[in-house]
């Protein structure tokens, strides 16, 4: 089972264009949707909805996946849940850059302070992160040096930030998600 986060941009046909290509690598593959407009609310929701596919299947090695904003979510919501994730250009920091299109981005700091210390250390083998060299959204040289002594970062040479053609990382993602 893959669970598939979207980012921001909830209604984007990319989100079902890259459900689509997951499907090559599992037939089960899960969409969560959520407001991105209330952290709080959407981290419980997700949280909540994430618990429930996990217990509704018998995969043994489920695996959350999401882009942008659902690369934030994926990344947090999959450690809590204790499966693995995929993230592809995620937003590291949506209390920075979502001021003024979400009504509290300073929930995802609050949100971040209630976490486990230092959980990326506790998470390191079960994280693939995906950046576009060419993310017209993100500065993913940045997103490299603040995840790369976590886990293992690919880069994209063609995709911009909203991923959508992940045809090439598939066989990669796969492998990522059957390692015991």
Not at 14 to 23: A, F
Not at 116 to 143: A, G, I, P
């Amino acid at each position: 089972m893959i669970i598939y986060l979207h980012g921001f941009d909830a209604t984007s046909p990319g989100n079902h264009e890259k459900v689509m290509q997951l499907k090559f690598i599992d037939d089960d593959v899960r969409f969560v949707h959520y407001s991105t407009i209330h952290p709080k609310h959407d981290m419980s929701h997700i949280l909540k909805e994430v618990h429930k596919h996990i217990q509704s299947s018998d995969d043994k090695s489920p695996l959350i996946c999401g882009v942008g904003l659902g690369g934030y979510w994926s990344e947090r919501i999959g450690f809590l849940c204790g499966i693995k994730q995929v993230i592809l250009n995620p937003n590291l920091h949506p209390e920075d850059n979502m001021v003024g299109k979400i009504e509290w981005p300073e929930e995802y700091f609050d949100i971040e302070t209630k976490c486990v210390s230092s959980f990326r250390t506790l998470n390191s083998k079960n994280c693939l992160c995906l950046l576009s060299r060419s993310d017209e959204m993100m500065d993913s040289s940045q997103s490299e040096h603040e995840l790369s002594a976590y886990y293992q970062i690919i880069f994209d040479d063609k995709q911009g930030h909203k991923f959508h053609d992940i045809s090439h990382h598939l066989k990669t993602i796969k492998h990522f998600k059957e390692l015991a």
